[in-house]
């Protein structure tokens, strides 16, 4: 026997336990593996809840799945694997119990394992609702890979189901999902409609958790469109909303999301405190992605104070999880923050190197606002070292990209952009 420190049990060795599994007549395991599946499905479940309950509930439910995780990973596997009826729906309900938990605790890849093994059951069952909730579940995962167009692929399906079988809160939440994937492709006049479809739906439903969700991602878009201070009026209700039903991973989003604004509008003092309170509740509940971007905003309010070599220990602190977690959207723009900040310290040609990186990644993945911002950057570090036939050209690519969504910026990189044009020309 062993102590487990994490558990603070007594567990059997791996060589004990595979020993002991070898004595046992195969006919006569799976009993005793039903059981010990539907167990721990229960404890996800009692997890799942508390999470929902909102305030100490959040630390008490993550905490339970915690100190579970072993045999919950049993019993999934044991469903996912076995044929029959039974494990079938039993793998299914893992999967939906587990939403919340599997957010905070698994890499994106090993969550897309867990739902298409679930989707896979669901459909054998003949289970709309569940097939709806593991399609736009694994929309969401893929979004989090940083592969908006296939996020679109299953939210899409997700609303074409739910729409049909009548769910609301389903339908709400699909829309909510399918205006985040829009919004990653830059498309955000077409994630605002999304957005404010999914907050008439959790209003009329009476979905609290649901409209935090709409509000702050209204916040984000307006945000992204250069508008701060209404980006800021969507976060502060988003922010009351979630306090006020206990929403303790809503309400560090939204304490995050009005550190950024207040980055965005110059306030930087005011920036970090609202980031340091989001990094403190991130790292209780063990939120390795909030405790990341919480990182990151921390270093975009240093750069704005005028210290870029703190910012960059924040931005490499915060590039360090989103490799860990398989972030890749937060991964380039981490390496674009960290070219910016080399940029400040008069280190061009290392400014460019992670800008060239950050590109790559965006266009990897399909993110057209981060391909536009790491062009732009790039491109101003070649104009100041006077390759301007390549800068004109990349900064192009962001001047066409705000002018395609409407952003307020457009025509004035436009003109920057053509005086550069014209300095070209007169060298040759």
């Known amino acids: 026997m062993q102590w487990d420190e994490k558990t603070g049990r007594l567990r059997l060795h791996d060589l004990v336990r595979s020993y002991a599994d070898s004595l046992v007549e195969p006919s006569l395991r799976g009993g005793p593996q039903a059981r010990h599946a ?54 299914s309900r893992y999967s939906n119990a587990g939403v919340y938990v599997l957010a905070l605790r698994l890499h994106p890849g090993e969550r897309i394992r867990w739902i298409e093994s679930a989707l896979e059951a669901a459909r054998g069952a003949g289970d709309r609702v569940a097939e709806g909730n593991h399609l736009g579940n694994l929309g969401n995962a893929y979004a989090a890979l940083g592969q908006p167009q296939k996020a679109i692929e299953y939210h899409g399906q997700a609303l074409a189901i739910l729409r049909e ?62 508008q701060p201070q209404k980006a800021i009026e969507y976060y502060e209700k988003q922010l009351t909303s979630t306090r006020e039903i206990g929403d303790r991973h809503g309400e560090g989003n939204a304490l995050g999301n009005l550190g950024m604004a207040y980055t965005d509008l110059g306030q930087p003092q005011k920036a970090i405190e609202y980031c340091e309170k989001r990094l403190v509740m991130a790292r209780e509940m063990s939120d390795r992605r909030g405790e990341g971007n919480a990182l990151g905003n921390l270093g975009n309010a240093y750069a704005v104070l005028g210290q870029p070599q703190k910012a960059i220990e924040y931005y490499e602190k915060h590039l360090a999880i989103t490799r860990e977690i398989g972030d890749r959207r937060g991964e380039g723009q981490d390496l674009g923050n960290l070219g910016n900040a080399y940029a400040g310290l008069g280190q061009p040609q290392k400014a460019i190197v992670y800008h060239e990186k950050y590109l790559a990644i965006a266009r990897e993945i399909g993110d057209r606002r981060g391909e536009a911002n790491a062009c732009w950057n790039m491109g101003d570090e070649l104009a100041k070292a006077g390759d301007l036939r390549r800068a004109v050209a990349l900064m192009q690519v962001c001047v066409d990209f705000e002018r395609e969504i409407g952003h307020p910026d457009a025509q004035k990189r436009a003109a920057h952009v053509e005086r550069l044009r014209v300095q070209l020309r007169e060298k040759k």
């Open 38 to 91: 539907e167990h721990y499905l229960g404890v996800l479940s009692v997890a799942r809840n508390l999470y929902l309950e909102g305030g100490d509930g959040v630390e008490r439910g993550l905490a339970l799945a915690d100190r579970e995780w072993p045999n919950i990973l049993a019993g999934q596997r044991w469903a996912a694997g076995s044929g029959d009826k039974t494990a079938r729906r039993m793998c």
């Open 165 to 226: 079988i009548g769910d609301r809160r389903g339908e709400g939440t699909a829309l909510g999902n399918l205006g985040i994937a829009y919004a990653a492709l830059g498309q955000l006049q077409k994630a605002i409609e999304y957005y404010e479809k999914h907050l008439a739906i959790t209003r009329e439903i009476g979905d609290r958790r649901g409209e935090g969700n709409a509000l702050g991602n209204l916040g984000l878009a307006y945000a992204a469109l250069g």
